[in-house]
RNA sequence: GGAAGGGUGCCGGAGUGGUUAACGGAACGGUUUGCUAAACCGUGGCCGAGUUUUUCGGCCCGUGGGUUCGAAUCCCACCCCUUCCGCCA
């Protein structure tokens, strides 16, 4: 959620910022005319209330006088008038504001989609062949590691079985980016995976098209997340944590649900888009002078595991049009497919400032005793995506797959046959 | 799923229709002090108005409704926690 005093004291700031992530501005015109006729009302219905207290002591105090009663009696009725009047604003203004998405950092990259993002560095080698490079899934239906035909009789489009090596190297992904953050102190969680309404509305994650890639379960009134980082920011629901606990660090293990309504024919063949999949994700709390450090810090830990799984990527700084909604800088890194001849992204990392800490009051008490909301950030450690990318990188002319050094470690074998 | 009990501030905990949430503890700030401790004083959150470092007002006792001139207190619905029973990986 935005701050509305920074709203209201400047409304062409946000309009100008939101223009870049591509908001309809008009929204916040409206929120700023609604904003204002709530507070009149504001105003009108707290005096009318002081009147109606005034007047309830009265009565306490002179035991009873018809006339007081009289009086508080013909308030009563107009403090229903006004409080209907009320709510109905105060709906509308919360309808606007929740559908207000985070403002980019001024510095971000401007543009309108993913062509306009910003290419921040390429890292290693991309494969040399020689012979024509498969597509992972041939490969991997091959190898029995990935199954989605059998997926999409039992489940549907977009499910995929999980076998063997296939297994063994998720197994080993997530132990890998569990080894890699404990000793920057992340605490590990298994979270839960249904998350009520209310909260997931005050994590910017139901608002407007997000609502549509949710899985809801009508009977429980629930929805299922599309990633632990959607239970992990609740955590500290309602929390004033101590300066001195920043930055507080989880990494969480769950699996992630998404409808990709929206993403029809988009990478419908494979397992690079599903419904259901396991991510590891880093989560952080932060001093707000300190979320821009931090981001930088998850990025490197991102990229540190990259390389020790020696695959090709490039870090690319997304422009204003294509970030996330909570977002006020986001990077992503993308890993080559040498079949595809594309990067493809694998891993967000994303700032969002006070937006979901205010939703979720989560604050600080600063050295000098003041209470401030904390910056959040979410980052991915690892999902399956990089599975079909170790598969076409490391595949060889004969159709098997030899894996880098330091997953060869983790399974106990260096081929894939 | 059934039964019973419960949800009040950072914590404990009183309060069963009449403004101001008793009392105790913790933490923080201040005074005092050679230092520490003690003692004493002060300190909740959200929102609105404004003469915007001082003030006035509203709201907050799990959530949402209702009754009433007036609700932490009475009524209804829901959520959550604890215990017991049932079921269960």
Redesign the pocket.
């Given at each position: 959620m935005l701050d509305?005093?920074f709203l209201r004291e400047n409304p062409d700031k946000v309009k100008e910022l939101l223009s870049r992530k591509g908001v309809d501005i008009k929204l916040v015109d409206k929120f700023t005319r609604v904003d204002g006729e709530w507070?009149q009302k504001?105003?009108a219905?707290?005096?009318l209330?002081?009147e109606?207290?005034a007047?309830?002591?009265s009565?306490?105090s002179a035991g009873?006088k018809e006339e007081f009663?009289a009086k508080?009696?013909i308030?009563?009725k107009r403090i229903l008038e006004i409080t209907e009047e009320h709510?109905l604003l105060d709906k509308k203004r919360d309808g606007i504001l929740v559908n207000l998405p985070n403002v980019p950092f001024e510095d971000a990259p401007r543009g309108k989609d993913e062509l306009e993002n910003k290419t921040v560095r390429e890292v290693g080698e991309k494969p040399v062949f020689d012979f024509e490079p498969r597509d992972y899934l041939d490969i991997a239906e091959n190898l029995g590691i990935i199954d989605v035909k059998t997926a999409a009789k039992v489940s549907g489009s977009r499910f995929g079985y999980f076998m063997k090596e296939g297994v063994l190297m998720e197994m080993a992904l997530s132990k890998m980016a569990l080894e890699a953050a404990l000793p920057h102190g992340f605490i590990p969680v298994i979270p839960p995976v249904m998350i009520r309404p209310e909260i997931y509305e005050s994590i910017g994650r139901l608002a407007s098209d997000q609502k549509e890639e949710r899985y809801y379960m009508e009977k429980d009134d629930i929805y299922l997340v599309g990633s632990s980082e959607h239970t992990l920011i609740p955590l500290h629901l309602g929390q004033t944590l101590d300066e001195s606990e920043l930055p507080k660090r989880y990494i969480g293990f769950s699996t992630c649900f998404r409808r990709e309504a929206g993403s029809y024919g988009k990478d419908t063949r494979g397992v690079l888009r599903v419904h259901q999949f396991n991510k590891v994700e880093f989560i952080s709390f932060t001093r707000p002078d300190d979320s821009e450090r931090e981001h930088r810090f998850l990025l490197s830990l991102q990229e540190e595991l990259m390389q020790k799984l020696e695959l090709p990527y490039r870090v690319v700084e997304n422009c204003t049009g294509d970030m996330g909604w909570t977002d006020a800088r986001q990077f992503d890194i993308e890993v080559w497919f040498p079949s595809q001849k594309k990067y493809r992204e694998t891993h967000s990392c994303s700032n969002t400032t006070d937006f979901q800490a205010r939703g979720m009051g989560t604050k600080y008490k600063t050295r000098d005793?003041k209470?401030e909301f904390v910056h959040t950030l979410n980052a991915t450690a690892f999902s399956q995506r990089p599975i079909p990318a170790l598969i076409e990188n490391f595949q060889t002319k004969n159709g098997t797959v030899k894996l880098p050094k330091i997953l060869a470690e983790y399974i106990g074998k260096d081929e894939i046959a």
């Open positions: 509305v005093n507070r504001t105003a219905l707290e005096q209330k002081s109606q207290n007047c309830t002591q009565i306490s009873g009663i508080a009696q308030l009563k709510k005793g209470k």
